[in-house]
Every structure is written in C-alpha cells, then in structure tokens.
C-alpha cells in the first residue's frame, strides 16, 4: 500500500508533459491565428467586417461553453479522423488542444487589443501592410501579455490533462484517479499531486521569467527540445507487436484480474494481451465499436443491449465471465428494517446500474416502478415511494465516498474492494437470479474468431478464477459460465 | 505643394452626426513650415489625419504634387505614405524596440537590406543627436529625446513631407524649443515640408511662416503669420491671439468698459504697429494734430519669427468727432487702431 511507485509516476509525468505541451503548442499556435483575426476583423481595424468577427466570437464562445469532458467525447470521430484511434495518449492532445485554442485565441485578442492604438496608427504613417502591423509591431509589442497567457494556457492544460484518463491518454491525472482516487491509495494520490504543483509552480516561474526579459530565443530552443523529445518517444522503436489482443477493463480490481489472465494467455496460449483500462462506462463501448480494442470485459446484458440500441454499435457478446451483485450498503444501519423514512438513497448515475439499483429497492418493497420499464428504471418512474426516500443519482466511483453522508448507496462490486467492503456487509443485495453477468463483447464480425473463443477460455481458467475469488472474497464474484 | 480642396467629414456617434471638417480648402507651399491653430475640436487633428489618409474624408480632394491621394489604390497609397512621415504627441515609439530599431522600423517595412539599414539610421542618429542612446529602450528616455527618435523614424524613409500632431504638446519648455528648432532645422537643411497642429499659439510663432485657423471645422483665415496676429481678419482669430500673446486688459480698466458710444467717455483704443513703425511718434504727432489727450495705459512688443509686432493701449480723451478724425488721419498708415470700448 505504501509503495511509491516510482517508475509509474516518472512515465505518468512523462505523458502529462508530453500530452500538455503538444496540446499547447498546437492551441498557442492556432490561437493565436484565430485571436489575431478576431483582433484585425474588429471595428477599426485593418480587416474591419463585422460578420467574421461575430461568428469568429460565436464559435470560440460556443468551444469555450462545452465542459471538456463532453466536448472530448463528442469530437471521437473528429479525433478518430486525425490520429486512427480515440485511445492514448495521442488522441487525448486533440480534444485538449480544441479545447485550449478558443481559450487562447480570446487571451491573444485582448492581449493585441492592449497594444495602444497610436503604434498602429504610426504604422499605417508609414506605409506599414496588415501583415507587417501584425509581425513587426502588434506581436513584438504584445509579446509578454502573449506569454503570459500561453502560461496561463499551458496551466489549464495541465488541469485538463487529468481528464485524459477517459480515453486512456495516460498522465499524472489518470494516475491519481485510478489509482489513487478509485483505489483508496493515499500515496500515489499525495504523490501525484505533489508532481503537479510542482509542474505548475515551474511553469509559472518560467513564463513569468519569459515574460519579463521577452526571450523568444529561448521559448523556441525550449520548445525543439520539448518536440524532439516528444517525436523520439513516439517513433521509438518498440518491441514489434504482433498477434495482440487489446482488451478493455476498468481500471482497478478488474484490472488485477487481468493481469493475471494476461499471464494465462503468454504461457498457456501464446497470446499477448494488452490490458487497457477505462474509468467511465461509455468509452470502452466506442473504443471496441470504432476498434481501437478487441474486446471488452465490464458490462453485463442490459447495459450493452442498452448502449447498442441507443449507438447502432454492432456488438456481440461471447462468453459470461462472472455476476458481480450489486448491494445496498449503509453506515447508519444493520437492517433494512431499521430504513427511516425520509431516508437519503445514493444510486449510480449510469442508465443501466441505476436501473440494476431501484429493482433491488422494488423486490425488496420498498418501491414500486411503472409496470415494464425493466432494467432501464430511472428515479422518474417510481411510481410508490410510502418511505418518501430521497434519492441521490451520483457517479459510480463516487458512491462509497458518501457512506456516511447517506443513509442507503448501492455500489456495484468494482468499487467494493477498493472501498474495503464485502458483499456480506451489503443490507441489501441481489439474488442468484440476477441477469446482471459481466460479459467478455466482440465486434459482431469477430464473435466466430478462433482467439476470441481462447479469450473466453482464458478468462474461464482456474488461474483466473483464484484470482478473482481473492479480489472479490466472500462471494462477492459468483462464475457465471458454470 | 499641398492642395486641399473642399474637404469633408463627418463623425457619427451614435446617433448624433458631429461635423468635424465642413468645406477646407488650403494650399500649402513646397518647403515651408505651415501651422494649422485651433482649440481642441476645432478639426485640426482630422485635417491633419486626413493628409496622409489615416482619416478617409467624406468628400473633397488632398493633391500631392498634383496626385489625389484620395483616389489611389491601397497599395499606391501605402507608397505615398513612405514619402510623408509623421510624428505624435504621444511619440507612438515601440517599447518593445531600441532607439535604433525604432528608426529602423520603416526602413525594413520597405526591405531594406541591414547594411543600408545601418548607414541611414546612423546618419538619423547624427542628425537628432542620440548616438549615444541607441541602444537604449524608449523608457529610457526624456520625452524631448523620445520626440527626436519619432522625428528621426519619421524622417528614415527620406519623405518630402512631415506631419507633426501636436509634437510638443507633452514636452516641457525646454524640450518644446529643442524639438522645434530640430523641425526648423530638418526644414532648412532637408527642405521638408513642415505641416504641425498645435493649440499653442506660441509654437505657431516660433516656427510658422503661414498658418490657418481652424474653428468648429471650419477654416477660420489663413496667411501669414505676422498678418494673422497684426491684422486678424475674423473675431475668433483676434480673441486667440489675445489669449495667446496676453493681451488681456488690465482688470480695473476691464471693469469700467462698456461698449456703447457715450460723449462723456474716453475711448480705449489698441494700435497695433508692425515692423520697425514706431509708436512714439505717432502718439505725438496725434496730440500735436488734434485737439486730444491719449494716455498709454498698456502697451509691449512681440517678436514673431524676425518680424516685430508692438501693441499699445491707449485711453483717448477729447471731442469724440475730433477722435474720429485722428483715427481716419492714421488708416492709410501700416498701423492698425482698433477701438475696444469706452471707459
């Protein structure tokens, strides 16, 4: 639990500043073309047309209105045009960067707009073009307001960049929740928060010194460094990856589990595996649908029927692996008798595992729901709740932070472990009969595979049965193929 | 030589339409320093802006030995903008650049190759007396100095034709005098054509050999300068020469003024003599020619360029039909008498 960690961290730190700076150049370079042009379409100015100007303002307005997080997921295609897959690091920059330009293209239109009007004016006296306004008097001029916001650019980024994880783009911030935050580990949490400080704090040091004595020289050799780096670590000749089967899991205690079955595929089948972690339930459906993996092993029946219906993703399920059952948990409670009304109800926020969650609460009476809606339920269709029960909708990874602010929270078994619970301290949990077993999910085309039958076999092995059993003990993991 | 020709323009702000310059027309001689006058908003800094186009005039045309520069192209205008340099109040320098690289800046917007670069600004750097400033930054410097680094930018590109925009509006006495004997000399020695806006009648002094008068966007007068402060021709003009040479009348005598005839009254009157004309005998030949009485209450003597302007007050006692005959006796004469009221 204690350990540091070392290498880990040092490649995390590697990604994030791999990741942030190339995402900077790209959004400082852009930007800076856009926020001129806002600049030089402005009233009075050189280019002066109002229309460009305000639909200039619109889009980078709109850019700027998505949160980040949705705003990665909506441009996948986009990402998937420009670099062929919507995982790693790589097509993590493009989402930061789209989402950076707008910001920076608005820090460089202010910054322009600062340079006082009297220099441009003596430009124009001299018979200077639009072109040299802009290169010799208005950039020069504008220069340590322009580094400052690259700066504050740059440190944005770096905050983004822990959203990466999403798309599996790697770097500190995926460290810190995946491994610090979804696994209760303080360390790797303290440690990685300590890196990004310090990153912060140089980066500030280093703009605010660049700023001052307006070295260029000095940014530009520190950026071909930087990208020289970042080139060389990208065509590094790596070990030649052949006959590999990248698999989806989320990150945490199946991701245990698959490194063991990543060992049982070496040995017994000659197979690599790569395991490929996600932290949210919607990626690893586009990135198996799109092909950026092979196969996934997180979800069970309702929830893919669910996202194939609403993503047309032709997807096909190939073996069972286990029934992880949900349960209700509470701190404040021995039995589910004991439930007071008015009760504080916390519940996962993803359609299928809130669904999973308020059927448990109706076969155990304590609500009823609109006859048919299945495994789909939202708190919208209880149609009695003679507890009047409060309930919380919260992300999954979320719930067993709230045990002692809420009275009830279902959580679903990948957060158990890492919470310290067992499923034999659930009040409330489901039956044997649940239709909720995980499922190993192929691309429709690939279900007849020969290696995808193996990866059912291996995942079926004894070895990965053992290890299951001891990351989820006390039943808390039941095979399903059996 | 410079022509206006019924210039105008028109701001809009808002809603309200504000008439900036109605109906200019002015020719300016090749190789003199001429002044355009007037209070702030009167028009000047338009009409200024207008000759080298940084303000686009509603109607009217700016001839530039015989080309309109209200007719070319951008590009042919971005030429003729080379051969018409221009200074600020506010020295418009950029910080981000030496003193040097300052009057360099125009010199490489036309591609120069570094080593003219480098034998023209020298040259500049002589001629405004800053060799020893070169490599310093525009913060560095006084604000006369910073003024001599905008003149010598403005001159780099060798233009026939200088715009100053209140150039010494922000500068100290001293400075004022060094940065105007600077313009007098680049237009002796260069042969520049010298155009300045100021609202310092005193500028307009020292350096004009012509200038007009703006107010309201209008052209006022122009000529002259000795004939604009011996003779101005419109009651606006008088006032700003007034309040410029300090002509403003005692306090106690003010007071008692009032303008209608009165019989019982002595009449104030100013002389203004011009040249080498002395007042002496005047004053006393009147008295011994007519049966009047004049008492000198105020009276001094400007140098404009080399021209001498004196003015004298005079309090004149006596039959006021007798008064009227001495003042039609002095009309042919280069003196100008003026009465001002009655005390």
């Known amino acids: ?482 | 030589m410079i022509q206006i020709k019924n210039l105008y323009k028109t701001y809009v702000l808002e809603d309200r339409v504000l008439p900036a310059l109605q109906d200019i027309s002015l020719t300016i001689q090749r190789g003199e320093i001429f002044g355009i006058f007037g209070e702030s908003g009167a028009g000047k800094s338009t009409l200024l802006r207008s000759l080298n186009l940084l303000e686009k005039p509603d109607r009217g045309q700016i001839l530039v030995d015989d080309v309109d520069l209200t007719t070319l192209s951008a590009s042919r205008l971005k030429e003729q903008r080379r051969n018409i340099g221009m200074i600020f109040q506010h020295f418009n320098l950029l910080l981000s650049r030496t003193v040097y690289e300052n009057i360099a800046l125009p010199l490489e917007l036309i591609g120069m190759p570094k080593a003219g670069i480098h034998r023209e600004v020298s040259s500049l750097l002589d001629l405004v007396q800053l060799q020893d400033h070169k490599y310093h930054y525009p913060q560095q410097l006084s604000g006369g100095q910073k003024q001599r680094v905008a003149i010598a930018r403005a001159l780099s590109t060798k233009p026939e034709i200088l715009l100053c925009d209140e150039a010494t509006s922000a500068l100290d006495p001293k400075s004022t005098a060094s940065v105007l004997a600077l313009l007098k000399e680049i237009n002796s020695r260069l042969g520049v054509t010298i155009i300045l806006i100021t609202h310092e009648m005193d500028v307009i002094k020292q350096v004009c050999r012509r200038a007009a008068v703006l107010s309201d966007g209008k052209l006022v007068e122009y000529g002259s300068i000795i004939e604009l402060f011996a003779r101005p021709a419109s009651e606006i003009t008088r006032q700003l020469v007034q309040k410029a040479l300090h002509l403003e009348l005692p306090d106690a005598v003010k007071a008692g003024l009032q303008s209608e005839p009165d019989p019982a009254k002595s009449l104030l009157v100013r002389f203004t003599f011009l040249g080498d004309d002395s007042s002496q005998p005047l004053i006393s030949t009147l008295v011994r020619k007519f049966d009047i009485s004049i008492n000198i209450i105020q009276a001094n003597i400007e140098t404009i360029q080399e021209a001498t302007v004196g003015f004298t007050v005079c309090q004149i006692s006596g039959d006021h039909d007798i008064i009227g005959q001495a003042l039609a006796y002095i009309k042919p004469t280069s003196v100008n008498a003026e009465v001002l009221g009655y005390v």
């Open chain 1, 1 to 482: 639990m204690y350990d540091l960690a070392l290498i880990p961290l040092v490649k995390a730190t590697w990604e994030t500043v791999y990741m942030v700076f190339i995402a900077s150049f790209i959004s400082i370079v852009f930007g800076l073309i856009i926020g001129s042009f806002m600049y030089l379409t402005d009233k009075n100015q050189p280019l002066e047309n109002t229309l460009i100007h305000r639909l200039l303002g619109l889009v980078v307005n709109v850019t700027r209105s998505v949160p980040f997080i949705i705003l990665m997921i909506s441009i996948i295609p986009f990402t998937r045009l420009l670099i062929g897959t919507t995982i790693g690091t790589n097509a993590a920059i493009v989402p930061l960067a789209i989402a950076a330009i707008p910001f920076f293209a608005r820090v460089s239109e202010s910054a322009l707009a600062e340079v006082p009007y009297g220099l441009i004016e003596a430009a124009h006296a001299m018979g200077a073009t639009t072109w040299q306004i802009m290169s010799k008097v208005l950039i020069p001029e504008s220069l340590p307001s322009l580094i400052r916001g690259s700066t504050l650019t740059i440190i944005a980024l770096v905050g983004y960049s822990a959203m990466a994880g999403v798309v599996g783009g790697g770097g500190l911030g995926e460290l810190a929740i995946n491994y610090g935050y979804q696994q209760f580990n303080v360390v790797v949490m303290v440690e990685t928060v300590a890196v990004l400080i310090l990153m912060v704090q140089l980066i500030q040091a280093a703009g605010d010194i660049f700023a001052k004595q307006r070295r260029v020289k000095a940014i530009l050799i520190f950026s071909c460094v930087l990208w020289a780096a970042c080139i060389g670590y990208q065509f590094w000749p790596a070990v030649p990856q052949e006959n590999i089967l990248r698999v989806g899991v989320m990150s945490g205690s199946p991701e245990k589990i698959m490194l063991v079955a990543r060992d049982v595929a070496k040995r017994k089948y000659g197979i690599d595996l790569e395991v490929v972690t996600f932290s949210d339930y919607v990626q690893p459906n586009t990135a198996l649908d799109n092909g950026s993996i092979d196969a996934n092993i997180f979800q069970h029946g309702p929830y893919l029927e669910a996202q194939a219906k609403a993503h047309h993703y032709q997807l096909a399920a190939i073996a069972k692996t286990f029934v992880y059952p949900m349960g209700f948990y509470s701190l404040k409670i021995r039995n589910i008798t004991q439930l007071k009304e008015n009760a504080i109800v916390a519940i996962p926020n993803d359609p299928s595992n809130g669904g999973r969650a308020l059927l448990i609460l109706k076969k155990s009476g304590l609500i009823d729901l609109k006859p048919g809606v299945g495994t789909l339920a939202t708190i919208r269709d209880i149609t009695t709740n003679s507890r009047h029960l409060q309930f919380k909708v919260l992300d999954a990874a979320q719930l067993p932070r709230v045990l002692k602010d809420a009275d009830l929270v279902a959580i679903t078994n990948d957060f158990t472990g890492p919470a310290g619970l067992t499923i034999n301290q659930a009040v409330l949990k489901e039956g044997s009969d649940s239709p909720y077993a995980n499922l190993i999910v192929v691309r429709d085309k690939d279900k007849n595979k020969p290696v995808m039958q193996t990866l059912a076999d291996i995942m079926h092995s004894d070895s990965v049965l053992q290890e299951t059993e001891k990351v989820f003990p006390g039943g808390a993991a039941i095979p399903a193929w059996k």
